[in-house]
């Protein structure tokens, strides 16, 4: 877990997972180790927050095959984040399960680390409270020789 928690803040050693702490939390307290010093959740940057609520999600889905979707997911990271989470998911080591990411992105940035085929594109259309929803594949002109 440590090594995705970098992706998120390189100076991030370890972290520490303690259930005995508060004993009644549904979640264990969490502290992050940057070296010598230490950190509580609470205080690491928003982007560092996000990806550590992503990593447990993650790492299931990847243990276990499973579907991954994920809304947003360019909006509370850090710019490289998403792109080291297609990685992720893209690399045949690391996903020898063959899980699948499912996500939705706000931007552009992120068309060029994915082939055209695994693109939908969706319109929201607003007076009709409907999404038109169309495969990249199918935008694209095709021409003959």
Known sequence: MGALLR???SSISDVV???AREPHAHAPFVTFL????ASEFSEEFDGAKA???LVGPV???LVRG???VLDA???SLRPLLPVELLKIFSDRLTNPRAAQLIFASHGTSLLHHVSRDEVWLTEKISQAQQTYVRWLCQ???????
């Open 73 to 75: 997911v360019d909006i």
């Open 139 to 145: 935008s694209m002109e095709v021409s003959e020789s």
């Open 66 to 68: 499973h579907v991954l």
């Open 59 to 61: 790492l299931t889905a």
């Open 51 to 53: 990806w550590f609520r």
């Open 17 to 19: 997972l303690d259930n």
């Open 34 to 37: 940057h070296g010598e010093r």
């Open 7 to 9: 992706f998120a803040d």
